[in-house]
């Protein structure tokens, strides 16, 4: 992987510009739009938030499993958890454990998904805040 150094606001600009049009010469023009994603550490690999604590996927199974149930017996005892938790009106949507870990991933908890932007400004947030 290639990688740059970035040193200002502009460097960013210019390199997410050279990106997106394809015209790194070691890049071929791009077919979709460029998913952008930050890493506060670079240390981190592209793992998710929870495959970083585990060892196995059995592991990482069962964290998950408990993680969204207690997230899901957390939150359902606050009166207005409605308003809290953005999951859709269709009472299918509150048995979906995917829509609980986009949700759970919204509030830091460790979930087995990457967070992606279509906006490079949001990769950069994340790459430059701290933990």
Known sequence: MKKFDINDYEDFENIISYAS??????????????LYRGHSKKTYQLKSGIARCCKSAKEIQELEENLINDFKKLVTNISDYKNIIHLNEEISDYENDWRWLEQMQHFRIPTRLLDWSLK???????A????
């Open 120 to 126: 490079p400004e949001i990769a950069l947030f994340f």
């Open 21 to 34: 049009a394809g015209t790194l010469s070691w890049q071929p023009k791009p077919l979709f739009e460029p």
């Open 128 to 131: 430059v805040e701290s933990d």
